[in-house]
C-alpha cells in the first residue's frame, strides 16, 4: 500500500477494499474521540452488528487496563477498538490470544523482525524489552466485548513515569511504519483470524501466538493471588496454562509470567 502518515481518504478507500473478502466487516475513523472503547459502546447501543472496527486520529482519554490511562500522540500512533460476539462459536477467552496475535502477524508482515517482538502475558507486545502495544477487552453483556488495541508507532516522547518502560517503533528504529498503513494489515489479519475462529480453527492462531510469546518450553515463574508458582511452561491458551509438572491454571488465575534467569 501507499505510505500515508495521516488517516486520508485514500487511505480510507484501501481500507475498505482490504476488508471486502470479510463480509460485514466494516471500518470506521473519527478524527478524535475521548476513547475509541466509548465511542464504540455508543455504536453497539445503537444497534450497530458486530465486525464493526472504529479507529481515530486524536484520542483525548484512551483507557489501559486495570483504571490505568493509555497515553498517545495525534495522529502518530494506532487506536482503535473492534466489535465482536463470539456467540457459541469460539470462546470469548481466546479473545485475549487472538488480539496480540493479529498485531504480532501484522508487525511482522510490516517487517518488525521477530527476534525483537514478543507477546508478554497476556496481551501485550514487547519490542526489544520495552512494551509499545497494549488490549484492552470489555465485555458488554448479552455477548458482546469491545476489543481496543492501542500501539506506539511513530510517537517519541513518553510521560516520565514510562520512560524507560515504554517504547514506540520510531523509538526503537522501526522507522519505515506509520499508523494507517498498521491499521490497514491488522485489520486484514484480526478479520482473517476472526473469520478462522468462528470455523472453529483455532489451532494455528495459539500456535502463533506461542511462538510470540516464546517462553514454552522454559521455567517460568507464574504470578498468582495466592504467590509465585515456578514450573516448566509447556501449554497456554483459552483453557488455561499447564506447567510440565501437571498444574493447570485458568487464564484469569496468572497476573503475569515471568522467565526465570539462566534456566
Ligand atoms: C493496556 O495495555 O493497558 C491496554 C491499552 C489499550 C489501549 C487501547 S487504545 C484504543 C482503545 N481505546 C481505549 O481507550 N483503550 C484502547
Not at 457459541?88 to 527476534?115: E, H, K, M, S
Not at 500501539?151 to 518502560?165: A, D, Q
Not at 480453527?201 to 509465585?228: D, S
Request: hydrophobic letters at 40%.
Amino acid at each position: 500500500m501507499t505510505s500515508f502518515s495521516k488517516m486520508t481518504p485514500e487511505c480510507l478507500v484501501q481500507i475498505k477494499g482490504a476488508l471486502r473478502p470479510f463480509p460485514g466487516w466494516r471500518h470506521w475513523h473519527l478524527d478524535r474521540v475521548v476513547s475509541t472503547q466509548d465511542s464504540l459502546r455508543e455504536a453497539l447501543r445503537q444497534g450497530e452488528r458486530e465486525h464493526l472496527a472504529l479507529s481515530a486520529g486524536v484520542q483525548t482519554h484512551g483507557r489501559g487496563r486495570h483504571g490505568r490511562t493509555w497515553d498517545q500522540e495525534p495522529e502518530k500512533d494506532l487506536a482503535l477498538s473492534i466489535l465482536l460476539k463470539p456467540k457459541g462459536r469460539y470462546p470469548p477467552l481466546l479473545l485475549p490470544f487472538l488480539l496480540p496475535t493479529a498485531l504480532f502477524t501484522a508487525l511482522r508482515t510490516l517487517g518488525v523482525p521477530q527476534g525483537l517482538l514478543r507477546i508478554k502475558w497476556p496481551n501485550d507486545l514487547f519490542l526489544r524489552e520495552k512494551k509499545i502495544a497494549g488490549v484492552l477487552i470489555e465485555g458488554e453483556g448479552s455477548g458482546a466485548f469491545l476489543c481496543g488495541v492501542g500501539c506506539n508507532v511513530e510517537r517519541t516522547k513518553f510521560p516520565t513515569e514510562l520512560e524507560g518502560i515504554a517504547s514506540s517503533l520510531r523509538l526503537e528504529g522501526i522507522d519505515r511504519i506509520q499508523y494507517p498503513e498498521l491499521l490497514l494489515v491488522f485489520l486484514m489479519k484480526i478479520a482473517g483470524m476472526v473469520q478462522e475462529a468462528e470455523k472453529g480453527q483455532w489451532t494455528k492462531i495459539l500456535r502463533t501466538y506461542q511462538e510470540g510469546f516464546a517462553w514454552i518450553g522454559e521455567e517460568v515463574v507464574l504470578a498468582t493471588k495466592g504467590g509465585g508458582i515456578q514450573g516448566r511452561l509447556i501449554r497456554l491458551g483459552p483453557k488455561g496454562l499447564q506447567l510440565s509438572n501437571g498444574l493447570r491454571l485458568d487464564v484469569g488465575e496468572v497476573f503475569g509470567i515471568r522467565k526465570v534467569k539462566g534456566s
